[in-house]
């Protein structure tokens, strides 16, 4: 007897037993859905790139984290994001591509982080970006939170806040107090402040160096509350001149009126001036998203404006917006708080039992005229007892099982019975029973 | 100005643009839907695995292909096939499966290649796997035709032809030849004759020490023809005792009857002698499946039965069944032979083109109306004129656009242009149009 290899995966590598795995595709397949009903187009870009490629903009954490080899003569890396691999494809591909260029992209990539809970290595990040050439109306700014609020809706786990901002109106106010210098560092800090609280965050912003009088007045500024348009007509009421600022104010007030056009109901969204992304590229619009009932999910879903996605690779300038649902990791959290379970563990509706030998062909055919009728169906083909085969349909988890013996051939009926219970076993035509399954 | 990089991607590693990929996803898609309708579970395992866990098996050319690497205290591989991650799987999870358990997995492999014309180094595998716990009935074998010949009907890429044979008719053949020993030399050589023709098979056998009598009789074997029930009848006319051989003979009656019954046209399969497929775990049935027009494509879809699938990893015997499709390569065939082209290069049925600023609220409701009722819609917001927008339409390939301007706002219509010509331009309702578009 040879020695054998204990069947194990990595820690931080998710795979899931088939019930949990239809839930998951049923996830993912509701994000597609919603994507390409807003007309974004699928990409499919390599898990494998030249390092040199990849790595362009890279630098620090993420570069520590990477997935990175020789092979042959080659420098490779797998992809730790779907943004790079997006300004990748616009630069090559500039002049085969219509802008504004709408794509989505829902695969995985790979971090190799410290494993640790909520964290993983290999996860699914579901993408979609807007890049314009050269320029892209502030109006596709609002559509994001629209796509994201279908999404929210269409998933169904919750009550959801879209949370919106503007990096130029954080930029400006902070170019105002003479804190220009230190604006990347305040931003972080900020950023944290649902994270550590209120306190920390002042400490942290004395240790910056910042006066205590400008850091209340940061204080005061994050925490500015009211309804949108109070909170505009505050911003505008703190008399900064600063160009940026002023930009940014009338960007957060187009892109949050623009929001109620595109039908999103008021409770779905509010300006949140604490939020900044920690990310360095971001310039106008931003967006987090919490599940109201789950604040230490944190972000579900965030994103933002930036400039120029492909200053590595090309002189053209693209602007663009985009988000990023962190599947993997919100599929996790939803399953381990219960707000999501496996409905079956079966992608059959029915399973289609022949009581012996003989009853084969005509179960094999009335499998065949349901799957002609969109109904997925299996066989079971084993010579056990029917006690075993019931055994079997029952750990399946289908929702149906078509039992066929003699006396169904005779009449060319079949006994359906629910397996949940419900309505029972009856005697039916093929044509009711699949009135029934539909 | 920073110096940039060329954005590139490595040779043998497909990407597409929109219009492609959009028929390339249409070709998943379908894939996807025949294998749930037949039941199978979907399964999703890691692209990185333990080398320790990834190669238990591997070993030679397979080895050498292989994507490994060191990161942090861990020998890691990148997934050359799903065969082995399924093995693992159940292995790992025999007490949560439900066998016979039915998977497929449709995602990337790697094969580190040396890159040349139709071989790809990251490739879509698209497999379904049957697999028993110590026993599974040998009509799941003329299942898995069943499922191929649903597969490449509705893919509508042409004529094919299943072709069937059995590992225990040839086994059993050369043992009673007393070949027993060469039995995998031989099968190698016999798999290659369309590639290499008679004469070098001949060659070949002789090379390997077969004397010349019994290559006439090995070249008479593989070329037995006729129907289905004649080649059953030469394959025991031949009068071989051998026990595995007859087996054989038995199974492949069995397996093709089923076949028929099964429904599948008998023009869409044959019995083949010369298969052998080079894979040596392979222990009963195999298949091969060709486009009949473009037998250099090779085998499109290929498999078989196997004994044992997990005798890696677990002492219980799991004998199963699969095929496997390579999507990524059939796909690259069939664009490069123009037997498929992309239908359009727009997943949005419609773009919604406001005439001015005013008409903006308008287009966007009409756009929610549309995808609320499953049309893909997308809005255009940039400032351009109309000329402009008509062009972004064209360009995009929507198969229509809606313009609204201030008539149509005031009638409650919008002005419906097939871009593609045919209905020309008509004032509708909304109403109407989603009739249309439908």
Chains 1, 2 share one sequence.
């Not at 790079?84 to 616009?90: E, M, S």
């Not at 971090?111 to 993983?120: A, D, I, L, V, Y």
């Not at 079997?392 to 066929?404: C, K, M, T």
């Amino acid at each position: 007897m040879q020695n054998k290899v204990t069947p194990r995966i990595l820690p931080g590598f998710m795979e899931l037993l088939p019930a949990d795995q239809i839930l998951f595709n049923d996830m993912y397949d509701t994000i597609r859905e919603v994507y390409e009903s807003f007309g974004f187009l699928p990409l499919d870009t390599p898990i494998i790139e030249l390092s040199e490629v990849l790595l362009a903009k890279a630098g620090g954490e993420t570069e520590k984290q990477i997935y990175r080899f020789q092979k042959g003569d080659n420098d490779l890396s797998m992809r730790f994001d779907l943004t790079v691999p997006l300004a990748r494809y616009v630069s090559a591909h500039a002049n085969d591509l219509v802008f504004p260029f709408k794509r989505y992209q829902m695969s995985k990539v790979f971090r190799g982080e410290r494993p640790q809970k909520g964290r993983f290595r290999e996860f699914y990040q579901c993408d979609i970006d807007i890049i314009g050439s050269e320029e892209l109306d502030i109006l596709y700014d609002a559509e994001m939170p629209a796509v994201i609020y279908h999404v929210f809706k269409k998933l169904g786990i919750g009550d959801f806040t879209i949370r919106i901002n503007n990096r130029k109106v954080l930029g400006g106010f902070f170019s105002a107090l003479g804190l220009a210098d230190k604006i990347e560092d305040i931003l972080r800090t900020i950023d944290k402040i649902e994270k550590i609280g209120r306190e920390k965050v002042i400490d942290e912003l004395i240790k910056l160096g910042v006066t205590e009088a400008d850091t209340a007045r940061i204080l005061d500024f994050i925490t500015i509350t009211g309804d949108r348009a109070q909170m505009i007509a505050s911003l505008r009421a703190l008399g900064i001149e600063d160009e940026t600022f002023i930009l940014g104010v009338n960007e957060l007030e187009t892109v949050s009126d623009a929001m109620v056009m595109f039908g999103m109901p008021e409770e779905n969204f509010r300006i949140d001036l604490t939020i900044a992304r920690g990310l360095d590229y971001y310039t106008g619009t931003v967006y987090e998203t919490v599940i109201n009932e789950h604040p230490e999910f944190g972000s579900v879903c965030s994103g933002g404006r930036y400039d120029n996605l492909t200053g590595y690779y090309t002189d053209k300038r693209m602007p663009g917006i985009g988000i990023s649902i962190g599947l993997t990791r919100l599929f996790s959290q939803l399953r381990d708080n219960g707000l999501i379970a496996p409905k079956t563990g079966s992608i059959a509706k029915v399973l289609v039992i022949p009581m012996d030998k003989e009853a084969i062909p005509f179960a094999v055919n009335t499998a065949n005229t349901f799957r002609a009728n969109g109904i997925p169906a299996d066989v079971y083909y084993g010579t056990k007892g029917m006690k075993q085969k019931m055994k079997y349909a029952a750990r399946l988890g289908v929702p149906f099982a078509a039992i066929i013996g003699a006396d169904e051939m005779a009449s060319g009926t079949l006994a359906l019975k629910d397996m949940n219970g419900g309505a029972g076993q009856r005697t039916v035509t093929v044509d009711e029973a699949i009135e029934i399954l539909k």
